[in-house]
């Protein structure tokens, strides 16, 4: 069974975050995808990040539709800095030997691979499926291989889906009173409203 594994803070989820899973499912033949969020990224330990239990919540509600999708909390119950090989290598553990774990990263997070706990081993256990990611420029493959040996044979770089969503945006729409309801899942949307997330204004 091949398994997508989707990561990120979701601060909030997004229909970006849904159309590349879409797309990379489709192109992958991937039995199902495993949405992730995170606990306390390491490399966002200086940022603010909404609670945890709204980041799931909105996951669990984005998703609620489509039976191929999961919500997975084992980052938010861990506790301490989340790192991806702990992720990894949890999952797999509780996989069939034959299961195949895909993790799906941006383009401008493998160029930051180098940096991560253990890039080495996670290769060992994952394939990495990379997205164009709207700003970042293609990753040297050649230059990030002669860093971690054999990431080009586990790497499967993809052209597509480029979107042009983030969170940040999304952020910034809502600190200034403007709707967000083309850019969210319709359940999602309500959520923040409902809650008043991210200095909403107007309720």
Known sequence: MNIGVMGGTFDPIHSGHIMLVEEVKARLNLTKVLFVPAGQPWLKANNNISPAQHRVEMVRLAIADKPDYSLCTLEIERSGPTYTIDTIAELKSQLKTEDELFF????????????????????????????????????????????????????????????????????????????????????????????????????
């Open 104 to 203: 799906i990263l941006g383009w401008d997070n493998l160029t930051q691979l180098p940096q991560w706990k253990h890039p080495g081993q996670l290769i060992a256990q994952c394939h990495l499926v990379v997205v164009p990611r709207p700003g970042y420029l293609r990753p040297d493959l050649q230059s990030l291989e002669a860093i971690i040996p054999g990431l080009s044979q586990k790497v499967i770089m993809l052209d597509k889906p480029e979107i042009d969503i983030s969170a940040s945006l999304i952020r910034d729409r809502l600190t200034r009173g403007l709707p967000i309801n083309d850019l969210v899942p319709v359940l999602v949307d309500e959520y923040i409203k409902k809650y008043k997330l991210y200095s909403l204004k107007g309720g």
